[in-house]
């Protein structure tokens, strides 16, 4: 690429997707955090999946950069649990599913995934957490976004990767557990 990453903004990023007819459910923020963490030099790839997200991200700006249209097609990565290669269906949602372990992970409309493989037990785990989170902000004192933050700095995470659909196993909720707990009481104090 011959532009520098320094020459995309967030809003060519949106520009392009809707003139390329697929901007409706794309997480805009995961595209954020993946130029900001370039250009403040650092971006953490851990796994295969964050590669192949961000690949996706720069064949975007590869697309922007050369005036193509954006057509999304479906990652191809190694999954996490297994290492073997992940398999893609379009049921109800675009999901992502490991043939090995059935271990699986529903996709935004651009096919990102919206979180880690996972098995039953985990998914359960994150849905409980959503009811516990969905109750800091019904109250109105703080906006779903702020809730994210201040956990995000409890956990000492990015407030991208702090997305539920991140929590990967049982020491991992119970840390979101708690960080929501805490959040909760800074609240009630105000
Ligand atoms: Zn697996």
Known sequence: ?????????????????????CFNGVDLLYYQHVLTSIKADNLVIKTEMDAAKVERVFSVLNNIQNRKNTTFKPLVFKTQCCFVDVEFTKLERPTYTCPNCNAFVTAHNDLMPMGTLA???????????HTCLDSIWSDNK?????????????????????????????????NYFHAIQWVKSELSAL
């Not at 098995?119 to 957490?129: D, P, S």
């Not at 702020?146 to 997305?163: M, P, Q, R, T, W």
């Open 142 to 174: 703080v906006t779903r976004k702020g809730a994210y933050s201040l956990i995000a700095s409890k956990l000492n995470e990015d407030n991208v990767n702090v997305h539920i659909g991140n929590v990967s196993s049982v020491p991992e909720a119970v």
């Open 1 to 21: 690429m011959s532009n520098s990453i320094s020459d995309f903004s967030i809003s060519s990023i949106k520009k392009h997707l809707v003139q390329s007819g």
């Open 119 to 129: 098995h039953k037990k985990i998914r359960k785990l994150r849905v409980q957490l």
